[in-house]
């Protein structure tokens, strides 16, 4: 047995997942679950996704090795603050948040009696909540931790050790370089996607342009099916990058506008044959 105790602080679809797929390696004897939402919780249990669970933090998370914050980021230290209220002094906490450095800045400054280190699981659907939970969800996909100078080495290799056995590839990055490659390959594409159904969807003025498209704009939107509020607070607790990565963004389909309102069909083919060749170069 690897862990004698996990405690998961929150079980919407990524903490659901995280619970179920400790349970199912068997490495774990207990996989404690905190979830405020009623309903969820005795899903969660019903299910077989936790062994045990509360509707809120306090004494029953004592004796967790680690304690996995899966809460929305902009509340992830008030509930570390919380957690180390009741666990034993040195316990390993870890978030699966994807914005990283104010996170873990804001934790570096606490004098808690907890070892904190920032991680995040790339995976993920664009439906939320326990009852999406899959085991399966991290196998094979990476997960980014993103330990500081004042890191403990004990609890980033625990915290490595439980992401592996959720089946994850584990992979360091700074904070502040995490934050960066994010804003792009992931909090970029959301704003866009969020963005492009509104455009569409004001353009349609009497009529339900949605109707009339094809695969195209369904695999642009997917995303844009993602739950509102916890992306709001990703792209704000991300502001600055996300800022350079939307103007960037806007520099681009800038450069398309400009060919287009020129018909300079040569500049166009070459704009977009540069992005399909950086497309095919990058793989899918």
Known sequence: MTFEKVAVVGLGLIGGSLAAALHESREVWEV???????????FALRKG????????????ISGSKIVVIATYVDTIAQVAKEVSRFVLPGTAVC?????????VREMEKGSWRIRFVGAHPIAGKETSGVR???PGLFSGKKCIVTPVESTSPEALSM????????????????????????SLVS????????????????????RNLFDFSGGGLADLTRIADSSPEMWAGIFIENRDALLRAI???AGELGKIE????AGNVEDLVALLREARDSKRNLGE
């Open 49 to 60: 996704i936790i062994d045990k669970g509360s509707s809120e933090i306090g004494p029953d």
């Open 95 to 103: 978030d699966v948040g994807s914005v990283k450095a104010p996170v």
């Open 32 to 42: 404690f679950g905190v979830e405020r939402d009623p309903e969820s919780l005795r």
């Open 159 to 182: 915290v490595k050790t439980l992401f592996s056995l959720a089946g994850g590839e584990v992979v360091e990055m700074d904070p502040e370089s995490h934050d960066e490659v994010f």
């Open 132 to 134: 999406e939970s899959d």
């Open 247 to 249: 103007r960037g963004f």
């Open 258 to 261: 400009k060919a287009v309102v």
């Open 187 to 206: 909090h970029l594409p959301h704003a866009v996607a969020y963005s492009l159904v509104n455009a569409v969807a004001s353009g349609g003025r009497d």
